[in-house]
């Protein structure tokens, strides 16, 4: 085990292509150091001014960067696995990538309260992650794989979500206003309380093409969204909000729709046999369509 306790500068320094396994590299400055292709599983980097550094395609495994500063720090291809990022300071950090196989893996990550404004976080795999309570604002996560995530208490003004896939994660009480989800797996998520609302009188999130499948949307502020062709079949949206939304072409087969809001819905196009909408608020049913109540 390397142990680095030192004031040394080490900015911009060259470590690329290294084995640090296990190292802890306390009191160094770090900034714009270059660990490309380096081993650094299971180091302890806690609290570190890692400001711009590159870790392109590194071993992150297990490495504690709790409250670490790693704003404007490129880890594109890099293998976060179980990684403790708590509190980690991720603004403009560049993780994703244009493709798959170019973007960081942070699957069981412990991302918790991290900042990742303006962050790239494009088709990088974040399976069984914990979010909560992080600020995503304006990051860019199409494509992601956040599927069993919990990204609950998370806030992401302006956020893409397009294509993503969060299927069975935990969205309660995000809030994701003026953002965009198009295309995004949510079969079975957790989106209860969750705000996809507007900061803006004419403003609006999109959702259009989402799988909503078995969704619990219980309590879900969908005020002015764009949601046209959905597939709502049995989602939970008790207590609803969605005056003023856009269904068009929307799947609501078997949803339960008791209490939520529809005033200002247009529901010709949508698909709502077998849904409770006699127990919905505001609801302008077609005549055709009475009997499906």
Same mark, same amino acid.
């Given at each position: 085990?390397?142990?680095?306790?030192?004031?040394?500068?080490?900015?911009?320094?060259?470590?690329?292509?290294?084995?640090?396994?296990?190292a802890v590299l306390a009191g160094a400055d770090l900034s714009e150091v270059d660990f490309g292709s380096t081993s650094?599983?299971?180091?302890?980097?806690?609290?570190?001014?890692?400001?711009?550094?590159?870790?392109?395609?590194s071993d992150l495994t297990n490495v504690d960067l709790s409250g670490a500063n790693l704003s404007g720090a490129s880890l594109r291809g890099a293998h976060l696995d179980?990684?403790?990022?708590?509190?980690?300071?991720?603004?403009?950090?560049?993780?994703?990538?244009?493709?798959?196989?170019?973007?960081?893996?942070?699957?069981?990550?412990? &991302?918790?309260? %991290?900042? @990742?404004?303006? $962050? *790239?976080? =494009?088709?990088?795999?974040?399976?069984? #992650? /914990? +979010?909560?309570? !992080?600020?995503?604002?304006?990051?860019?996560?199409?494509?992601?794989?956040?599927?069993?995530?919990?990204?609950?208490?998370?806030?992401?003004?302006?956020?893409?979500?397009?294509?993503?896939? &969060?299927?069975? %994660?935990? @969205?309660?009480? $995000? *809030?994701? =206003?003026?953002?965009?989800?198009?295309? #995004? /797996? +949510?079969?079975? !998520?957790?989106?209860?309380?969750?705000?996809?609302?507007?900061?803006?009188?004419?403003?609006?999130?999109?959702?259009?093409?989402?799988?909503?499948?078995?969704?619990?949307?219980?309590?879900? &502020?969908?005020?002015?969204?764009?949601?046209?062709?959905?597939?709502?079949?049995?989602?939970?949206?008790?207590?609803?909000?969605?005056?003023?939304?856009?269904?068009?072409?929307?799947?609501?087969?078997?949803?339960?729709?008791?209490?939520?809001?529809?005033?200002?819905?247009?529901?010709?196009?949508?698909?709502?046999?077998?849904?409770?909408?006699?127990?919905?608020?505001?609801?302008?049913?077609?005549?055709?369509?009475?009997?499906?109540?």
């Open positions: 085990m390397l142990v680095l306790q030192t004031e040394a500068d080490l900015r911009r320094a060259d470590l690329s292509e290294t084995i640090l396994t296990e650094l599983a299971n180091a302890d980097l806690r609290g570190q001014d890692l400001q711009g550094t590159r870790f392109d395609n179980g990684a403790n990022l708590h509190g980690a300071n991720l603004k403009s950090a560049r993780i994703g990538s244009s493709r798959r196989s170019g973007a960081a893996v942070m699957d069981g990550c412990d &991302l918790s309260g %991290a900042d @990742l404004s303006d $962050a *790239d976080l =494009r088709y990088v795999s974040m399976r069984n #992650a /914990n +979010l909560t309570g !992080a600020i995503l604002d304006r990051v860019d996560m199409c494509d992601a794989d956040c599927s069993h995530c919990n990204l609950s208490g998370t806030t992401g003004k302006n956020l893409l979500m397009i294509h993503a896939e &969060l299927q069975e %994660a935990n @969205l309660e009480k $995000a *809030d994701y =206003r003026d953002s965009h989800l198009n295309a #995004a /797996n +949510l079969y079975r !998520a957790n989106m209860s309380g969750m705000v996809l609302g507007s900061n803006h009188t004419e403003g609006f999130s999109a959702i259009n093409l989402a799988n909503l499948q078995e969704a619990n949307m219980t309590g879900i &502020l969908m005020r002015n969204i764009a949601a046209e062709e959905c597939n709502m079949k049995k989602a939970n949206l008790t207590d609803a909000d969605l005056t003023d939304a856009v269904l068009s072409g929307t799947i609501m087969r078997n949803a339960n729709v008791r209490n939520a809001n529809f005033e200002g819905v247009e529901l010709v196009s949508v698909t709502m046999d077998f849904a409770n909408f006699s127990e919905a608020l505001n609801a302008d049913i077609p005549n055709f369509k009475q009997n499906l109540r």
